[in-house]
């Protein structure tokens, strides 16, 4: 008895867990955490990094000797014939076996691309890092708009669910005025259809609200199926948008990341124009050559013959005098070079023009949240009249439904506005290049 109830009790622990990992209570900073440890993306763009890494201990593996054994073994069956003025010779004994076995030592002593080549893998180690950077600006830019567009979407579901309820509580209202003869037809039919309409209108802002709530958590790179909950709203904000833009107001955009790859490929360009100039200079190696020959044996047997040791050991200097295609491949570096200064100044132009739009738009939109939430003040004011007015007798129902859908409109255009600042922001953010700015 005793170990089935010890058997109940994991099994119930057991679930309470399972649950607990379906739920997650949600701000923006660990949305943002979460995406950069589970989104696919950046765990491309980081073994990218190890791959260059890689790059750049071959380049200078370069420079190490290379040792290489080789080994042949060639039976004459009929050898050749060499006639001459004093007779013919033969170039050996037929049904004859050669054994040769050998081992090449090779050591660059003065390789000037390889050089360059290993300061060229360096400097493409840090264009990865840059694009690796670059990917997880993207993804916290991504991530930030959807948990901005799903607090948006949750807002207006709660604003249209709070309409949708004052449109019941009209209409039962209404209906129980209409029953008693207190008012007309049209009244009762007015309520109904505002009532309808409300209750459609949240239907789709709740629609809204699960699309937008999926889209956060493909970007997040977790499981569909786990219950996200999100613990602030667009409200919450407010008080930082009193800051205004003057944080931004000196902000530069030369950490924008991709101006910042612009320079790195214009590095890399610069070094593969010293790599082609060590076309033009010589090389120099040294390669140390060991043998052992036997020649001339009757039979197949390897370790019976006697063989001969040789060592030989070589310098060589290669000296380029004339190769045209060097001269073309220092012309097309050079045009190269020359594109990417134009692209990164049109770059910088249209990133700059980006972001004086991003201020002035987070500034127009602090003015219209102040205008906004007067006019759901204002908004709340008319319904509680309207509503008076009409109990009394002395409003009709056209009235009161106006006035609700003009607080409806209010509420919507207020969360709009600071949604709107929240996206500038974020844009703002990610074209000059900010990690931190949630810290």
Known sequence: MKGKKLLLSGVVM???????AQQLDLTLPKAIEIALAENPTIKVADKDIQLKEIAGDEAWQALLPTVDASASLSHSIKVAEMRTSMGTFKMGMDGSTTANGGITVALPLFAPAVYQNMQLTKEDILLAQEKARGSRLDLINQVTKAYYGALLSSDSYEVMKQAYAIAKENYDVVEQKFNVGKVSEYDKISAEVQERSMNSSMVSAETGKTLAMLQLKVLMGINPDIDITIVESLKDYEEALTLANSEYETAEIDNNSALRQLDQNAT????????LSTNFMPTLAMQLVGQYQSMSNDNWNVFKYKYSPSL????????PIF???????MKSNKIQLSQLGDTRLNTQRQLSMAAESYKRNMASSIAQVSSNKQAVEQANKAVTISAKRYEVGRGTILELNQSEVA????QLTYNQSIYDYLVNKAELDHTLGRENYLK
């Open 323 to 329: 190769h045209a295609s060097n001269f073309t491949k």
């Open 14 to 20: 057991l679930a309470s867990t399972s649950l607990f």
């Open 268 to 275: 890399l360009l610069e070094r593969s124009r010293k790599i």
């Open 312 to 319: 030989s050991l070589a310098f060589s200097l290669s000296i």
């Open 407 to 410: 607080l409806t409109q209010a």
